[in-house]
């Protein structure tokens, strides 16, 4: 089994950054990487930003590229996410997974293993 802990949202105003921390425990040894998605009430994860752990090759929702930054650091079992230029449209709760060997990155069916979550809100 996998944990994952998500850490770093908060309220921030349009435009300002945020970094998010994800803390993964257990048998790590099992996943290919980590995968950031957000979800809004009413809707679907929405993939947001994966990271393979062996090489550091990244995969990035379309919204996402450009502004946001995944990052690992493999010897403390850590994930972020850089989130720069902040919308509103990005309030959501944000969510790190651990990816399944031989799984999709891009979808949520390739994630076995979820944090809670973590909120972020982007207002004036």
């Known amino acids: 089994q996998v944990g994952l802990v998500e850490s770093g949202g908060g309220l921030v105003q349009p435009g300002g950054s945020l970094r998010l921390s994800c803390a993964v425990s257990?048998?790590?040894?099992?996943?290919?990487?980590v995968g950031w998605f957000r979800r809004v009430p009413g809707m679907e994860h929405d993939f947001v930003a994966a990271i393979v752990w062996r090489d550091g090759f990244t995969f990035y929702g379309e919204d996402a590229k450009g502004r946001f930054t995944i990052s690992r650091d493999n010897a403390r079992n850590m994930a972020y996410l850089q989130m720069n230029n902040l919308k509103p449209e990005d309030t959501a709760v944000y969510s790190c997974?651990?990816?399944?060997?031989?799984?999709?990155?891009?979808?949520?069916?390739?994630?076995?293993?979820w944090g809670q979550g973590t909120q972020v809100t982007v207002s004036s």
């Open positions: 997974a651990a990816h399944g060997t031989g799984r999709v990155f891009y979808s949520r069916d390739g994630y076995d293993y």
């Open positions: 257990g048998r790590t040894s099992s996943t290919d990487g």
